[in-house]
Protein backbone atom coordinates (compact mmCIF):
# COMPACT_ATOMS: atom_id res chain seq x y z
CA UNK A 1 0.00 0.00 0.00
CA UNK A 2 1.57 3.52 -1.13
CA UNK A 3 1.24 5.44 2.21
CA UNK A 4 1.92 8.61 0.52
CA UNK A 5 -0.57 7.99 -1.70
CA UNK A 6 -3.18 7.67 1.35
CA UNK A 7 -2.17 11.00 3.08
CA UNK A 8 -3.14 12.75 -0.45
CA UNK A 9 -6.21 11.20 -0.42
CA UNK A 10 -6.90 11.90 3.18
CA UNK A 11 -5.98 15.66 2.74
CA UNK A 12 -8.64 15.91 -0.41
CA UNK A 13 -11.20 14.33 1.90
CA UNK A 14 -10.62 17.17 4.90
CA UNK A 15 -10.70 19.71 1.84
CA UNK A 16 -14.07 18.87 0.46
CA UNK A 17 -15.75 18.42 3.93
CA UNK A 18 -14.52 22.25 4.53
CA UNK A 19 -17.62 24.32 5.83
CA UNK A 20 -15.29 27.68 4.61
CA UNK A 21 -19.10 28.85 3.23
CA UNK A 22 -20.79 28.39 6.65
CA UNK A 23 -19.04 31.22 8.41
CA UNK A 24 -17.26 34.12 8.23
CA UNK A 25 -13.71 33.94 7.18
CA UNK A 26 -11.20 35.05 10.06
CA UNK A 27 -9.60 38.02 7.81
CA UNK A 28 -13.28 39.36 7.17
CA UNK A 29 -14.23 39.20 10.67
CA UNK A 30 -11.12 40.78 11.92
CA UNK A 31 -11.94 43.65 9.03
CA UNK A 32 -15.47 43.85 10.74
CA UNK A 33 -14.75 43.72 14.21
CA UNK A 34 -10.88 45.58 14.37
CA UNK A 35 -12.40 48.82 17.05
CA UNK A 36 -14.16 45.93 19.26
CA UNK A 37 -11.51 43.10 19.40
CA UNK A 38 -10.20 42.93 22.38
CA UNK A 39 -9.29 38.64 23.28
CA UNK A 40 -7.74 36.51 20.94
CA UNK A 41 -8.34 32.39 21.84
CA UNK A 42 -5.31 30.60 20.54
CA UNK A 43 -6.54 26.82 18.95
CA UNK A 44 -3.93 24.34 20.76
CA UNK A 45 -5.24 21.18 19.05
CA UNK A 46 -6.99 18.17 20.58
CA UNK A 47 -7.67 21.07 23.64
CA UNK A 48 -11.52 21.42 22.63
CA UNK A 49 -10.51 23.90 20.26
CA UNK A 50 -13.89 23.15 18.07
CA UNK A 51 -16.15 23.85 21.16
CA UNK A 52 -14.30 27.05 22.11
CA UNK A 53 -14.31 28.45 18.42
CA UNK A 54 -18.48 27.61 17.43
CA UNK A 55 -18.95 29.43 20.72
CA UNK A 56 -17.25 32.39 19.84
CA UNK A 57 -18.37 33.27 16.52
CA UNK A 58 -21.15 35.14 18.43
CA UNK A 59 -18.59 36.82 20.53
CA UNK A 60 -17.26 40.00 17.77
CA UNK A 61 -15.11 41.45 20.89
CA UNK A 62 -13.09 37.76 20.46
CA UNK A 63 -10.92 36.24 17.31
CA UNK A 64 -9.91 32.86 17.23
CA UNK A 65 -5.90 31.83 15.94
CA UNK A 66 -4.65 28.31 14.71
CA UNK A 67 -1.07 27.40 14.46
CA UNK A 68 -1.12 27.41 11.04
CA UNK A 69 -0.70 30.00 8.04
CA UNK A 70 -4.42 30.50 6.55
CA UNK A 71 -7.38 32.05 6.66
CA UNK A 72 -10.56 29.84 7.22
CA UNK A 73 -14.27 29.82 8.79
CA UNK A 74 -14.34 32.34 11.98
CA UNK A 75 -10.56 32.23 12.20
CA UNK A 76 -6.96 32.49 10.63
CA UNK A 77 -3.38 32.17 11.21
CA UNK A 78 -1.28 34.16 13.45
CA UNK A 79 0.10 36.23 10.02
CA UNK A 80 -3.38 37.43 9.36
CA UNK A 81 -4.23 39.15 12.79
CA UNK A 82 -2.52 42.97 12.78
CA UNK A 83 0.40 43.58 15.42
CA UNK A 84 -1.44 46.18 16.85
CA UNK A 85 -4.65 44.13 17.71
CA UNK A 86 -2.86 40.72 18.85
CA UNK A 87 -0.62 43.41 20.95
CA UNK A 88 -3.25 44.58 22.62
CA UNK A 89 -5.67 42.07 22.96
CA UNK A 90 -5.95 39.62 26.14
CA UNK A 91 -4.68 36.38 24.65
CA UNK A 92 -6.09 32.88 26.00
CA UNK A 93 -5.92 29.29 25.39
CA UNK A 94 -6.91 25.94 26.63
CA UNK A 95 -4.22 22.60 27.16
CA UNK A 96 -5.14 18.96 28.12
CA UNK A 97 -3.43 16.60 30.00
CA UNK A 98 -1.00 15.51 27.36
CA UNK A 99 -1.83 11.48 28.26
CA UNK A 100 -5.35 12.17 27.47
CA UNK A 101 -4.66 14.84 24.35
CA UNK A 102 -2.53 11.91 22.60
CA UNK A 103 -4.98 9.44 22.95
CA UNK A 104 -7.85 11.92 21.41
CA UNK A 105 -5.45 12.06 18.49
CA UNK A 106 -5.04 8.44 18.22
CA UNK A 107 -8.89 8.16 17.99
CA UNK A 108 -9.68 10.79 15.46
CA UNK A 109 -6.87 9.38 13.32
CA UNK A 110 -8.13 5.72 13.52
CA UNK A 111 -11.29 6.24 12.62
CA UNK A 112 -10.28 6.52 9.20
CA UNK A 113 -9.36 2.98 7.71
CA UNK A 114 -6.40 4.78 5.48
CA UNK A 115 -4.82 5.56 9.28
CA UNK A 116 -5.51 2.32 10.67
CA UNK A 117 -3.05 0.56 7.68
CA UNK A 118 -0.36 3.11 8.95
CA UNK A 119 -0.72 2.18 12.85
CA UNK A 120 -2.21 -1.24 13.88
CA UNK A 121 -2.97 -0.18 17.45
CA UNK A 122 -2.34 2.87 19.99
CA UNK A 123 1.03 1.72 21.05
CA UNK A 124 2.26 1.80 17.47
CA UNK A 125 0.79 5.19 17.16
CA UNK A 126 2.65 6.43 20.45
CA UNK A 127 5.90 4.59 19.37
CA UNK A 128 5.72 6.91 16.06
CA UNK A 129 6.22 9.85 18.35
CA UNK A 130 9.86 8.49 18.90
CA UNK A 131 10.35 9.85 15.66
CA UNK A 132 9.10 13.59 16.18
CA UNK A 133 10.57 16.22 17.50
CA UNK A 134 7.21 17.66 19.34
CA UNK A 135 8.82 21.21 20.65
CA UNK A 136 10.42 22.42 16.69
CA UNK A 137 8.06 19.70 14.90
CA UNK A 138 9.90 18.10 12.08
CA UNK A 139 11.07 14.32 11.55
CA UNK A 140 14.11 12.93 12.65
CA UNK A 141 15.93 11.68 9.69
CA UNK A 142 16.24 8.43 11.05
CA UNK A 143 12.38 7.78 10.69
CA UNK A 144 11.56 4.63 7.95
CA UNK A 145 11.02 6.58 4.58
CA UNK A 146 8.37 3.75 3.76
CA UNK A 147 6.21 3.83 6.83
CA UNK A 148 6.51 7.21 8.25
CA UNK A 149 7.49 10.30 6.54
CA UNK A 150 4.62 10.43 4.60
CA UNK A 151 1.91 10.76 7.68
CA UNK A 152 4.35 12.45 10.32
CA UNK A 153 3.74 16.35 9.62
CA UNK A 154 0.10 15.49 10.11
CA UNK A 155 0.18 13.67 12.83
CA UNK A 156 2.84 16.07 14.50
CA UNK A 157 0.65 18.87 13.61
CA UNK A 158 -2.25 17.29 15.86
CA UNK A 159 0.54 16.29 18.64
CA UNK A 160 2.36 19.09 19.39
CA UNK A 161 3.71 19.93 22.49
CA UNK A 162 2.59 23.22 24.10
CA UNK A 163 5.52 24.14 23.93
CA UNK A 164 5.92 24.32 20.37
CA UNK A 165 6.37 27.68 18.82
CA UNK A 166 3.01 28.00 17.23
CA UNK A 167 1.07 28.31 19.66
CA UNK A 168 2.49 31.11 21.24
CA UNK A 169 1.99 29.36 24.90
CA UNK A 170 4.54 31.84 26.81
CA UNK A 171 2.27 34.89 25.03
CA UNK A 172 -0.99 34.06 26.47
CA UNK A 173 -2.66 35.97 29.26
CA UNK A 174 -5.10 33.10 30.62
CA UNK A 175 -4.01 29.54 30.09
CA UNK A 176 -6.83 27.33 31.01
CA UNK A 177 -7.69 23.05 31.38
CA UNK A 178 -9.83 21.15 29.63
CA UNK A 179 -10.20 19.32 32.82
CA UNK A 180 -11.61 22.99 34.47
CA UNK A 181 -13.00 24.63 31.46
CA UNK A 182 -16.06 25.87 33.24
CA UNK A 183 -14.30 27.48 35.62
CA UNK A 184 -11.64 29.05 33.08
CA UNK A 185 -14.10 30.30 30.63
CA UNK A 186 -15.76 32.33 33.50
CA UNK A 187 -12.28 33.61 34.44
CA UNK A 188 -11.81 35.01 31.12
CA UNK A 189 -15.21 36.24 30.32
CA UNK A 190 -14.34 38.05 33.53
CA UNK A 191 -11.12 39.42 31.79
CA UNK A 192 -12.47 39.88 28.50
CA UNK A 193 -15.63 41.94 30.26
CA UNK A 194 -17.95 39.57 27.91
CA UNK A 195 -20.42 36.77 28.67
CA UNK A 196 -19.06 33.90 26.71
CA UNK A 197 -20.63 31.73 28.87
CA UNK A 198 -20.58 27.25 28.79
CA UNK A 199 -18.75 25.50 26.09
CA UNK A 200 -20.82 22.72 24.91
CA UNK A 201 -17.81 19.90 23.87
CA UNK A 202 -18.30 19.30 20.48
CA UNK A 203 -16.45 16.38 18.49
CA UNK A 204 -15.64 14.54 21.49
CA UNK A 205 -13.90 11.03 20.88
CA UNK A 206 -14.66 8.17 22.94
CA UNK A 207 -12.22 5.95 21.43
CA UNK A 208 -12.17 2.44 20.31
CA UNK A 209 -13.06 0.22 23.43
CA UNK A 210 -14.15 3.37 25.11
CA UNK A 211 -13.48 4.01 29.43
CA UNK A 212 -10.56 5.98 30.11
CA UNK A 213 -7.50 6.76 28.41
CA UNK A 214 -5.64 5.52 31.29
CA UNK A 215 -6.79 1.94 29.91
CA UNK A 216 -5.01 2.08 26.48
CA UNK A 217 -1.51 2.81 27.40
CA UNK A 218 0.80 0.24 28.08
CA UNK A 219 4.10 0.56 30.49
CA UNK A 220 6.11 1.36 27.31
CA UNK A 221 3.69 3.91 25.46
CA UNK A 222 3.10 5.81 29.03
CA UNK A 223 6.75 6.08 29.45
CA UNK A 224 7.24 7.02 25.74
CA UNK A 225 4.74 9.84 26.51
CA UNK A 226 5.90 10.82 29.90
CA UNK A 227 9.86 11.30 28.12
CA UNK A 228 8.47 12.98 24.90
CA UNK A 229 6.09 15.54 26.79
CA UNK A 230 7.86 16.17 29.94
CA UNK A 231 7.69 19.79 29.86
CA UNK A 232 4.11 20.01 29.35
CA UNK A 233 3.40 17.38 32.29
CA UNK A 234 5.36 19.50 34.64
CA UNK A 235 4.65 22.86 33.77
CA UNK A 236 0.91 22.43 33.88
CA UNK A 237 0.99 19.71 36.53
CA UNK A 238 -0.21 17.15 34.76
CA UNK A 239 0.04 13.18 35.63
CA UNK A 240 -0.84 9.89 34.40
Not at 16 to 30: E, F, N, Q, V
Not at 37 to 50: D, N, P, Q, S
Not at 98 to 125: C, E, G, H, N, Q
Request: hydrophobic fraction near 35%; glycine fraction near 6%.
Amino acid sequence: MDIAKLVVTARRMRAKSSYHDAATLGSARIAQNADQIRGVFMHIHKCAGTSVINKLQAQPETICCVARPGDFDGRTGRERIPDEIWNRAKKFTFVRNPYARIYSSWTMFSKAWMWRLVWKDFDAFVESMYFCDVDRQFIRHEAPESEFNATLDTVIHHCSSFHNPKYHIDEMDHIGKVETMSEDMDAISKMLGVDIGSVPHLRKSTGGGGGSYRDHYTDHSRKLIADKYAADLERFEYSF
